[in-house]
């Protein structure tokens, strides 16, 4: 898990059997379709459950 963590802030390598796959992921085009995030805590139509919040 530690790795995972220093490749992810670009403190280590990846590993080297997946650069293929992550060069042809790269030369994709950028999804430019719009998005929302649904939080359930701002629902202001439902009550939240007792004893949360």
């Known amino acids: ?4 963590y220093r490749w ?8 080297r059997r997946y650069d293929r ?3 042809l ?3 994709r085009p950028v ?3 719009p998005t ?3 939080d ?3 629902d202001p139509f439902t ?3 007792a004893g949360r919040f």
């Open 1 to 4: 898990m530690l790795h995972y």
């Open 8 to 15: 992810r802030l670009s403190l280590a390598d990846g590993e």
């Open 21 to 23: 796959y992550e060069e």
């Open 25 to 27: 992921l790269a030369a």
């Open 31 to 33: 999804v430019t379709v």
């Open 36 to 38: 929302i995030a649904l």
């Open 40 to 42: 359930g805590r701002s």
């Open 47 to 49: 009550d939240p459950p």
